[in-house]
């Protein structure tokens, strides 16, 4: 919980100094710096949590991938705030998934449960 | 040499009417010499046709015979042996240490009980036999050279030890050098040939007479099958297989009767004292590892679960418990006072956190309750061995009763029942409807996370085992592959509830053993008719791809799904991890990790083996349709593929 609110707080002050990210570019690196490796190619989770609706802003982003919890840590050195402010805004671009009651092979399945 | 010297002897005693004998033996040599010298003085010119003399000579018998034959080999009698063993199949690469076995399988024992199956490598071999094992509960045999093919195999044999499956394995070796015909059969023979396997085997033997070798190969199967059941490896001599059965052995040599031993059950008080622990107990919870070797381990442990309301934690090591019961996964080890093990192979991971790769420094922490009470139920406590580090961190738990799981639950659900008196059974019967609840959200969860990126291409692995689920769900099913590097979706879909719905995994995580273990698994389910899937990692087949031919030619029918992300998944993201401690270069973590430029084509692959097969597919909605079409392949008899473009997990 401590760890949420220092998240947020760092999000709050820092969103007003955030660049505006390139979703092209961002894919780009989202590819390259192997993000897709467990958050999968679209977002949407695997080894690593579902990005896609993204819960944070840009700011909160950015501070949590620079300490993270079980992912890799990525310095500034390794990815610096506008490279991550591209990776967000590709983020921010991808397209949520099908709602689930409208799946018929989830709802049967739901059914069979 | 005084063992030539004997055998010679024998051989004479065999050779009935080969009056010079002795001189027979020699004059092979003196005639091959002749022979030698006729190559080197070989004319340019063409030969001309042959004469009279040279006619009569090849026409007309030799006034000597020189008996090189004999009706009676060694190998006869071993596979007399074998064949009490009651092997369906003997799964093999062709070796010419073993050539005398091999033949008398085929010939004298018909091939039949057990079959040959033709491999392409020994660690399919080693690992056809593990899954083999998972499916029909007894072993398979597997023959290999005592040198290169065990080398082959080695890895294969330490997944099968990890994972507790006894596997039957004959190696051929020469062992005397005064046998060894040439430099082939010198760099194939070793002087204690198991030695190499002996860290990761529960037993092995190089008998040096047939008598002996019947012995031991009756005692190897009755210790590879107690449990903990693990590999054995058995030492076939060459000599032993090739020259003729002793006269003076014929009429003395004996197959010894197998008596499996009963397995292990726990101490009777250490019994009552786990059973007045978790009646007592306001939480309990029981974390399964190999509990189930049988059928009835299932029944068994649902009775448990039951009797005490426990929600059941599976490991995911074999199918232990019904998926859709409403005790699957409801409950945790930090929410237990009572933590009950079958079975667990690693307990101490159960009960800590484990430290994330990408962390310096460890820092796992006990996730228990203060004061809750650990009990484990584990063969593994009687026996192990100290190279290899499978058994995991050592932990301290409050009850340990060595023993087999399945065979001490009986009375562990007997002493239950006893102690549970009228108002311990309405605490019991009051937390059912709880757990209930928590395994239907659990699954509910599942199903609805399932749905995310449904439409993504490449397909995820919940679309890709949802789409599978619709296809095989009313069919007589059977997964013949792990679920790990699937996010265990067909675990969180599908209802697992038959004793060979689900075969668990490698044992000790060696690359190579999926695609072989599916074909044994198969094999098993061949004759009761089940469509076996496998979902197939890429890397994993990698290893040795030749067993897609196996398949195909032995028409075991299989549907193989490939879980195709083009990488060593595992590895790129452990890589990425160590760029990102390391601050430089995560985008360079794909050098090495990634299987891509060329991506390799599966379905190209699996038809060049012989299999029907489709793909690459990448859209999601192309899926079901090619599932029903290879699972009407598998249905006639025969192995199937389809090469899907997954998502890393």
Redesign the interface.
């Known amino acids: 919980m401590q760890r949420l609110l220092l998240l947020a707080l760092i999000a709050v002050l820092a969103c007003a100094q955030s660049p505006a990210g390139d979703a092209k570019h961002g894919k780009e690196?989202f590819l390259?710096?192997?993000c897709?490796?467990?958050h999968?190619?679209?977002g949407?989770?695997?080894?690593g949590a579902?990005l896609v609706p993204m819960p944070l802003n840009q700011a909160g982003f950015t501070a949590f991938v620079r300490n993270?919890?079980?992912?890799?840590?990525?310095?500034s050195?390794?990815?610096p705030d506008e490279k991550l402010a591209d990776i967000y805004a590709y983020i921010k671009s991808l397209p949520t998934?099908?709602?689930?009651k409208n799946?018929p092979?989830?709802q049967?399945?739901?059914k069979?449960? | 040499m005084a063992r030539s010297k004997k055998i010679s002897v024998d051989r004479r005693g065999f050779l009935k009417g080969a009056a010079a004998g002795a001189a027979a033996l020699v004059a092979r040599p003196e005639a091959a010499k002749a022979q030698d010298a006729a190559e080197v003085h070989r004319p340019a010119t063409p030969t001309p046709l042959p004469g009279a003399k040279q006619t009569a000579s090849e026409t007309t018998p030799p006034p000597h015979v020189d008996v090189w034959t004999t009706d009676r080999p060694g190998s006869d009698f071993m596979v007399d042996v074998i064949k009490t063993l009651g092997f369906e199949y003997v799964a093999a690469n062709p070796g010419s240490a073993f050539r005398g076995i091999h033949e008398s399988l085929i010939n004298y024992g018909g091939n039949k009980a057990p079959e040959l199956l033709t491999c392409c490598h020994e660690e399919s071999s080693i690992a056809m036999a593990h899954g083999y094992y998972k499916i029909e509960g007894k072993p398979m045999m597997v023959m290999a050279h005592g040198t290169v093919g065990l080398q082959h195999a080695s890895m294969a044999i330490y997944n099968a030890y990890a994972d507790r499956v006894p596997v039957y394995l004959l190696l051929g070796n020469i062992q005397d050098g005064a046998w060894r015909r040439s430099d082939v059969e010198w760099a194939h023979s070793v002087q204690d040939a198991a030695s190499m396997v002996r860290d990761y085997t529960k037993w092995d033997d190089s008998p040096v007479s047939l008598g002996g070798f019947a012995e031991s190969a009756v005692r190897a199967y009755k210790i590879a099958m107690t449990p903990p059941m693990e590999p054995i490896v058995i030492v076939a001599d060459a000599v032993l297989q090739e020259e003729p059965i002793p006269e003076a052995d014929r009429g003395r040599l004996q197959i010894p009767k197998l008596t499996l031993a009963s397995p292990p059950a726990g101490d009777y008080g250490a019994i009552k004292e786990a059973a007045k622990m978790l009646v007592a107990a306001e939480n309990p919870v029981i974390v399964a590892g190999r509990v189930a070797r049988t059928p009835e381990g299932i029944n068994l442990l649902v009775q448990l679960a039951e009797t005490l309301q426990a929600p059941v934690i599976d490991r995911n090591l074999r199918m232990n418990f019904p998926t859709a019961h409403p005790l699957y996964g409801a409950g945790t080890v930090g929410g237990a006072d009572v933590v009950l093990g079958l079975e667990v192979p690693d307990m101490w991971q159960v009960t800590h956190t484990q430290t994330p790769v990408n962390k310096m420094g460890m820092e796992s922490k006990r996730v228990t309750k203060p004061g809750a009470k650990v009990i484990t139920i584990f063969a593994g406590d009687l026996f192990g061995k100290s190279n290899y580090q499978d058994f995991g961190r050592y932990d301290e738990v409050d009850l340990a009763i060595a023993a087999d799981a399945q065979a001490t639950l009986p009375m562990l659900i007997d002493e239950c029942r006893k102690l549970i008196t009228a108002d311990r059974k309405a605490v019991i019967q009051a937390r059912a409807a709880k757990l209930a609840e928590v395994s239907r959200r659990n699954r509910e969860r599942d199903i609805e996370q399932a749905a995310w990126g449904w439409d993504a291409s490449p397909v995820t692995t919940a679309r890709m085992a949802a789409e599978l689920w619709n296809q095989i769900k009313t069919e007589d099913w059977s997964l013949v592959s792990d679920v790990t590097f699937v996010s265990w979706w067909p675990r969180r879909l599908w209802d697992f509830d038959k004793p060979y719905h689900f075969i668990g995994g490698h044992g000790a995580y060696g690359v190579g053993y999926g695609a072989p273990a599916a074909v044994g698994a198969a094999l098993a389910n061949k004759k009761h008719g089940r469509i076996s899937v496998n979902i197939q990692c890429d890397g994993d087949l990698n290893y040795a791809p030749g067993v897609l031919w196996t398949a195909a030619h032995h028409r075991i029918p299989m549907l193989n799904i490939m879980h195709n992300n083009r990488a060593y998944h595992q590895e790129l993201m452990y890589v990425e991890d160590m760029a990102a401690r390391a601050r430089r270069g995560v985008d360079r973590a794909g050098i090495g990790t990634a299987i891509t430029d060329p991506n390799i084509d599966y379905a190209m692959m699996a038809k060049a083996y012989g299999m029907f097969s489709e793909g690459p597919i990448e859209n999601p909605n192309d899926l079901g349709p090619a599932i029903k079409r290879a699972i009407e392949v598998v249905k006639k008899g025969e192995p199937a593929m389809i090469d899907v473009v997954t998502q890393p997990r």
Request: glycine share 10%.
């Open positions: 690196l390259s710096f192997g897709y490796s467990c999968s190619f679209d949407h989770g695997g080894a579902r993270a919890g079980r992912m890799p840590s990525y310095s050195k390794v990815l998934s099908p709602d689930a799946i092979l989830i049967e399945l739901l069979e449960n």
